[in-house]
């Protein structure tokens, strides 16, 4: 079965640092989306990208994040200076569609930032 | 913005009772969709509930839409320790932002 990938499931950074999170969506899915959750915490939407473009952002989304679907297949999460409320875990996910269509997720990368 | 409430938090219950779940929106959504998630996993796909009043079944958990497309609920009937798990609603209103609820994390005793 297809799945949605993630690498490094676990990053440790310091703070001031920048990271670069990848995600490798399902191959015939044409939005993809990352959301973070803090630890114990509700999962929190960030961003969601089609057509090589931002298609949605939330408040959290700021300078200091960006998105960028360099090849035909890894879609990355850019954070530029790392804040130590940076810390979360960030899952990728991927949908065939935009509206009311599943949202495959990812495993997760887990950011700590020191 | 839009919010999803969700209660409750915890819910502890000896296998074989019931688990019921509520999730409430500040807008009217598109559709709703629930996912689960276990300890240190991430958010499983369950169901979508599109149409006002939608009912759907998935063996042992039910799932509601309300009249007015604002509240959802998830029912299990006859808790197993495999349930274990936080269960999210999340919200479509307009485009293909999904507002995730706070969660409810059940356990199972067995």
């Known amino acids: 079965e297809p799945e949605v990938t993630q690498t490094p499931s676990h990053q440790v950074t310091q703070m001031g640092q920048e990271v670069i999170l990848r995600c490798v969506p399902i191959?015939?899915?044409?939005?993809f989306y990352w959301y973070r959750q803090i630890l114990g915490q509700k999962v929190e939407f960030l961003v969601s990208?089609?057509?090589?473009?931002?298609?949605?952002k939330s408040e959290i989304f700021d300078d200091q994040f960006s998105v960028e679907r360099p090849d035909g297949s890894n879609f990355t999460l850019k954070i530029r200076s790392t804040k130590l409320e940076d810390s979360a875990m960030y899952f990728c996910?991927?949908?065939?569609?935009?509206?009311?269509?599943?949202?495959?997720f990812g495993p997760g990368t887990r950011l700590t930032v020191l | 913005g839009q919010q999803v409430m969700q209660i409750p938090q915890y819910q502890h219950v000896q296998e074989g009772e019931d688990f019921t779940t509520y999730c409430n929106s500040s807008?009217?959504?598109?559709?709703i969709q629930w996912y689960k998630q276990r300890p240190g996993g991430h958010p499983v796909f369950l169901i979508q509930?599109?149409?006002?009043?939608e009912v759907k079944k998935q063996k042992r958990l039910t799932f509601q839409f309300g009249e007015a497309k604002k509240n959802s609920s998830l029912h299990i009937t006859a808790t197993q320790t495999t349930d274990v798990g936080t269960y999210f609603c999340?919200?479509?209103?307009?485009?293909?932002?999904?507002?995730f609820g706070e969660g409810t994390q059940l356990t199972v005793n067995p």
């Open positions: 996910a991927s949908s065939l569609t935009s509206q009311y269509n599943e949202q495959f």
């Open positions: 191959s015939n899915h044409l939005y």
């Open positions: 990208f089609y057509n090589n473009e931002i298609s949605e």
């Open positions: 807008t009217t959504l598109s559709n």
């Open positions: 509930l599109v149409k006002s009043g």
């Open positions: 999340a919200g479509e209103s307009s485009g293909s932002r999904l507002t």
